[in-house]
C-alpha cells in the first residue's frame, strides 16, 4: 500500500465534487418520485452529464482558489520555516488575507523573536562572565600595576558591565506592536 499524499486543493475540491454530485443525485431521484411517468434510469443518463459538469466546474473552480488562496502561503511559510532552520532569523511578511495563515506567520515571527532573544542572551551571559573574570584579574594584579593603571581597569569594567545591563534590559522588553 502506497502512502500517496494529496494537495489540500485536491481534497477540498474532491470533497466538494462529490458533494455537488450527491446533492443533483438527490434532485433527481426527487424529480422521479414527483413525476412517475419518468422512468429512473432515463433520468439519472439524462442528470449524469449534468452531475459530470457541474461536479468538474467545481472541482477545477475549487482547486484553483485553494491553489492560490491557501497553498501558496502554505508554500510561503514552508520555505520561511527552512530559511530559519538554517540560520536566517528573519520575520516573516506573509501576503494573505486568510486569518488563520496570518496566525500561523504571527507565530513564526513570534518564534523567530525568541530565538534572537536567545542569542542575545547567550552573548549578554558571555560578556558577563567575561567581565567577572577581567574583575578578578584586575584585583589579583595592584602589584603589578600602578594604582592609577589599577583604578582605570575597574572603572573600564565598570562601564562595560553597564553597557551591558542596559543591553539586556533592551533585549528583554517586550517587542513593539
Known amino acids: 500500500m502506497t502512502n500517496k499524499r494529496w494537495s489540500l486543493a485536491a481534497v477540498g475540491a474532491l470533497w466538494t465534487g462529490m458533494a455537488t454530485a450527491a446533492s443533483t443525485l438527490v ?96 552573548a549578554i551571559d558571555h560578556v558577563q562572565e567575561t567581565l567577572k573574570k577581567l574583575r578578578q584579574l584586575a584585583h589579583h594584579l595592584p602589584e603589578r600595576l600602578c594604582d592609577e593603571e589599577a583604578s582605570e581597569l575597574l572603572r573600564c569594567a565598570a562601564v562595560l558591565q553597564s553597557a551591558f545591563g542596559e543591553l539586556y534590559q533592551s533585549a528583554s522588553a517586550p517587542p513593539a506592536a
Open 27 to 122: 434532485f433527481a431521484v426527487n424529480d422521479y418520485l414527483s413525476n412517475s411517468r419518468v422512468r429512473l434510469s432515463d433520468l439519472l443518463r439524462d442528470d449524469a452529464w449534468r452531475v459530470l459538469a457541474v461536479t468538474v466546474v467545481v472541482y477545477l473552480f475549487l482547486w484553483a482558489a485553494f491553489r492560490r488562496v491557501v497553498l501558496k502561503p502554505v508554500h510561503e511559510i514552508d520555505a520561511h520555516l527552512y530559511r530559519i532552520g538554517l540560520g536566517r532569523l528573519e520575520p516573516i511578511e506573509l501576503h494573505s488575507h486568510v486569518r488563520e495563515l496570518q496566525a500561523i506567520a504571527g507565530g513564526v515571527n513570534l518564534m523567530v523573536r525568541r530565538m534572537e532573544l536567545d542569542l542575545d542572551q547567550h
